[in-house]
């Protein structure tokens, strides 16, 4: 399931200072199995296409569908939501004794939504800008993530070299 923030799908899109949320959530559909043979980038180009293909219509018809049948309630279960908060230039805010060194979460998990992690913009010691992405899970499945990402991270170094 990707989350799509719907604000400048319109057009017009949203005024300034509109209050409140606008987005859809998309999902993208593969097999396990196609998971498993592909490269990690193959599940990035599938959510990098359906996040592409939301546009005004699309936004419409989810409205519609959801006037006529009922707005549908999303699991959260097996679910891992990540929001960009890139661009929310939570740095720049100043209460008076200098601009913020992070601006991002404290902690994972908010409410019903123990899985969900933010992208947050960052800047090391030397001045380079990067993103970090925190990642919260229960100890097994972090286990798990971590050995994941380790033999993922190893066999593209084996590879590129």
Same mark, same amino acid.
């Given at each position: 399931?990707?989350?799509?923030? *719907?604000?400048?799908? %319109?057009?017009?899109?949203?005024?300034?200072?509109?209050? @409140?949320?606008?987005?859809? +959530?998309?999902? *993208?559909?593969?097999?396990?199995?196609?998971?498993?043979?592909?490269?990690? @980038? +193959?599940? $990035?180009?599938?959510?990098?296409?359906?996040?592409?293909? !939301?546009?005004?219509?699309? !936004?419409?018809?989810?409205?519609?569908?959801?006037?006529?049948?009922?707005?549908?309630?999303?699991? #959260? $279960?097996? &679910?891992?939501?990540?929001?960009?908060? #890139?661009?929310?230039?939570?740095?720049?805010?100043? %209460? @008076?004794?200098?601009?913020?060194?992070?601006?991002? !979460?404290?902690?994972?998990? $908010?409410? &019903? %939504?123990?899985?969900? #992690?933010?992208? $947050?913009?960052?800047?090391? *010691?030397?001045?380079?800008? @990067?993103?970090?992405?925190?990642?919260?899970?229960?100890?097994?499945?972090?286990?798990?993530? !971590?050995?994941?990402?380790?033999?993922?991270?190893?066999?593209?170094?084996? %590879?590129?070299?």
């Amino acid at each position: 399931m990707c989350i799509v923030n *719907a604000r400048a799908r %319109f057009n017009p899109p949203l005024p300034v200072g509109y209050y @409140g949320n606008a987005f859809v +959530y998309p999902a *993208a559909i593969t097999t396990a199995r196609k998971l498993c043979e592909n490269s990690f @980038g +193959y599940a $990035v180009e599938l959510i990098n296409k359906v996040k592409s293909e !939301v546009n005004e219509e699309y !936004v419409r018809s989810v409205t519609d569908l959801m006037v006529i049948k009922g707005r549908c309630l999303f699991t #959260t $279960v097996r &679910s891992c939501i990540i929001s960009d908060l #890139t661009r929310s230039r939570f740095r720049e805010i100043n %209460f @008076g004794w200098g601009n913020a060194v992070y601006g991002g !979460v404290a902690k994972g998990g $908010v409410g &019903s %939504f123990p899985a969900v #992690t933010f992208q $947050v913009p960052y800047k090391n *010691a030397n001045g380079e800008e @990067g993103i970090i992405l925190p990642i919260w899970l229960p100890t097994k499945a972090m286990e798990r993530f !971590v050995k994941e990402l380790d033999e993922m991270l190893w066999n593209q170094t084996k %590879f590129s070299s």
